[in-house]
């Protein structure tokens, strides 16, 4: 299994961006699909979830402002960034647990300029 996403860059707080992952190797209609971000020297936090019915769930600092949203032909999942602020600086990563594993994207940067 292999994630890859892409989307990241550097934007002005109040901006969006769109974030992707794409699948190879399992379908993420019958997965959990979740996005994490990571601030430098801390550990990983939980952002939002999809699940195989299209359930999502967001963590508190970004409802209202982050959808996340899949793409079953494309086998992609998305992370809308609308609203952003600074704090929202991160390394932007997609997991999902299929096939027995757990995998991880390789990360994409996104930055939030003041």
């Known amino acids: 299994v292999q994630l890859v996403e892409s989307g990241g860059g550097l934007v002005q707080a109040g901006g969006s961006l769109r974030l992707s992952c794409a699948a190879f190797?399992?379908?993420?209609?019958?997965?959990?699909v979740k996005w994490y971000r990571q601030y430098p020297e801390k550990q990983r936090e939980w952002v939002a979830s999809?699940?195989?019915?299209?359930?999502?769930l967001y963590t508190d600092p970004v409802k209202g402002r982050f959808t996340i949203s899949r793409d079953n032909a494309k086998n992609t999942v998305y992370l809308q960034m609308n609203s952003l602020k600074p704090e929202d600086t991160a390394v932007y990563y997609c997991?999902?647990?299929?096939?027995?594993?757990?995998?991880w994207g390789q990360g994409t940067q996104v930055t939030v300029s003041s």
């Open positions: 997991h999902v647990v299929a096939l027995g594993g757990s995998y």
């Open positions: 190797g399992t379908m993420f209609k019958i997965n959990t």
């Open positions: 999809i699940n195989p019915d299209d359930s999502t």
